[in-house]
């Protein structure tokens, strides 16, 4: 007896659930390896711009892959697997693209080979995804589309003056880089529907490491101590004019912050998995945020960059010592100063100064949600060495001894040019202000 069958010709039969979670694990295992190099080298990009630019995609890749890796798992219930399998050459590739020889390579590798791999391989999938069967996915990998078009773009357009000037031999050398990782990319099959080739994948011996002692952009400033009141405790916060700068360039000082944040996002993302890299990624992101504040708010007061001093004594703290101290340090300084900024929010609004007093607003909220993630990831790591998780206040204590070490280094000399620089800010400010009121 002949058995008859209706005909199935529809492509949206293609990919069945197990073979479109594989294909998600490897596109979430690619964004996972981009997240950890860009939060590792945000100390060792100089650029400003760019340096500000990276916490945002970072954080939008972060989201990409967390979608991605729920939707895995939705797909291979009850199955909470996530190996690496045959895409290991791919994630090597990733990785050892954060061996990047100097920051510019860096940057035109994520702008000119992953991320618009990583986009082509979204909108090919989506292609030939079923949006009946594979709805959510739809959704959020249209978006992650659009946001690495954004991403390429942006960089593109804040690498081009870097390009024209840096001095030949580093955009050769960046050049060179880039195209060896879109050789390499092409030789393993790139990132795509199907399975890469496999294969050794050998551009760098080294470990990547971040940057113990930051790059920063020579347009600002170059100091350990950002204002006076850090070393010379005669010196007044201050009121009116010069609360408004103190608050402005104490956000803008935040830069420390954001390296910080990278740092242990790189440093701690195998030790503490995938939820500390979601809210790490956050924590960078929200760091950017504040030193943008800062930034914004004395650019539109008139101040330019060369007048602007940019410390490292934060950060300084914590070279050569275990990051998990970077990590109590971001801790620390997060519920040392929650406290104070409802008494600046309120300030602010008697001076009628609203985008000071908004941005401070802001500020606290997302510095609750970061002593939150200090306190849970600082016990994390404690747990995971075998030691009590109840001893993060033990790492808090420590992180104090440390930055005083470093406040107590400081020489007249370096006390005298923040002073100077300090002063000098406060004489324009009142030139501003004076202006202001003559109009």
């Known amino acids: 007896m002949t058995v008859e069958y209706l005909p199935s010709n529809q492509k949206r039969g293609k990919f069945m659930r197990y073979d479109t979670a594989v294909i998600l694990k490897r596109y979430f295992l690619c964004e996972r390896a981009l997240v950890t190099g860009q939060a590792g080298w945000l100390s060792g990009v100089p650029y400003f711009d760019i340096k500000m630019s990276l916490p945002k995609m970072l954080w939008e890749d972060a989201m990409t892959a967390h979608e991605l890796r729920n939707r895995v798992y939705e797909l291979r219930f009850p199955s909470r697997m996530l190996e690496i399998g045959d895409d290991q050459a791919l ?63 942006t960089l593109e357009k804040l690498v081009s003056p870097y390009l024209e000037k840096n001095d030949p031999p580093s955009i050769e050398v960046a050049l060179q880089w880039v195209k060896q990782l879109q050789d390499k990319l092409n030789q393993i099959g790139g990132i795509g529907i199907e399975n890469c080739k496999g294969g050794e994948v050998n551009l760098s011996d080294k470990v990547f490491s971040p940057y113990e002692v930051p790059n920063r952009d020579k347009r600002f400033i170059p100091v350990r101590f950002y204002w006076p009141d850090i070393v010379d405790k005669s010196f007044p916060y201050g009121e009116g004019v010069k609360l408004q700068l103190r608050s402005a360039i104490s956000h803008l000082n935040e830069i420390w912050a954001v390296e910080n944040a990278g740092f242990i996002l790189h440093e701690f993302a195998k030790d503490l998995g995938w939820d500390f890299i979601y809210d790490a990624a956050r924590w960078v992101y929200d760091e950017s945020r504040h030193c943008t504040m800062g930034y914004e708010r004395l650019k539109q007061w008139g101040f330019e960059e060369n007048e602007l001093p940019l410390g490292t004594y934060i950060y300084d703290s914590c070279k050569g010592k275990d990051p998990i101290y970077r990590l109590g340090m971001l801790f620390y300084f997060e519920s040392k100063n929650i406290g104070k900024k409802p008494e600046r929010i309120k300030s602010f609004a008697e001076f009628n100064d609203q985008v000071s007093q908004h941005d401070m607003d802001f500020d606290w909220a997302d510095e609750t949600i970061h002593t939150a993630y200090g306190k849970r990831w600082l016990s994390a790591i404690l747990e995971k060495r075998g030691l009590d998780p109840k001893d993060y206040q033990k790492i808090q204590a420590e992180c104090d001894r440390l930055v005083d070490e470093v406040i107590h280094s400081a020489t007249e000399e370096e006390i005298q040019q923040i002073t100077s620089i300090t002063e000098n800010m406060i004489e324009k400010a009142k030139h501003i202000v004076a202006a202001y009121e003559r109009v």
């Open 91 to 153: 994630v090597d590739l990733i990785h050892q693209s954060h061996n990047a020889p100097n920051p510019l390579a860096f940057i035109l590798g994520l702008s000119r080979v992953f991320k618009p791999a990583l986009k082509q391989a979204y909108v090919d999938y989506l292609e030939m995804a079923d949006l009946l069967g594979d709805g959510p996915t739809h959704r959020f990998l249209e978006l992650a589309i659009k946001e690495k078009d954004v991403q390429i773009q």
